[in-house]
Nanobody, 128 residues
């Protein structure tokens, strides 16, 4: 069974950067679409970024566009989320999720019920 483990979270000042990693194990292949979600205190979980199995299609929530970059290294079964110019409103627990459902598209990248595998999350706190 696929397992996902996130890392790279921490405390950072506004304007700073962090790189989150999502490492997959328990699989002989990495043909999964991966998304990052986050849950801020008192808020519902929201989609942040998505990357297709091929790596050729990505998507970003408007709130992070231009600041966050998603990428994948299939040789390492790892997806990264580079987060720059962090703001206090980026404070949240960040989760990665995986699906082999291939029909996701604009408007459905962050449908949580399409994702079968979830990590435990990593805390990101942006504060001075």
């Amino acid at each position: 069974q696929l397992q996902l483990v996130e890392s790279g979270g921490g405390l950072v000042q506004p304007g700073g950067s962090l790189r989150l990693s999502c490492v997959a194990s328990g699989t002989s292949h990495f043909y999964y679409n991966i998304a990052w979600f986050r849950r801020a205190p008192g808020s519902a979980r929201e989609g942040v970024s998505y990357i297709h199995t091929s790596g050729g299609r990505t998507n970003y929530a408007d709130s992070v566009k231009g600041r966050f970059t998603i990428s994948r290294d299939d040789a390492k079964n790892t997806v990264y989320l580079q987060m720059n110019s962090l703001k206090p409103e980026d404070t949240a627990v960040y989760y990665c999720a995986a699906t082999d459902f291939q029909s996701l598209g604009p408007g459905s990248y962050y449908f949580e019920d399409k994702y079968d595998y979830w990590g435990q999350g990593t805390q990101v706190t942006v504060s001075s």
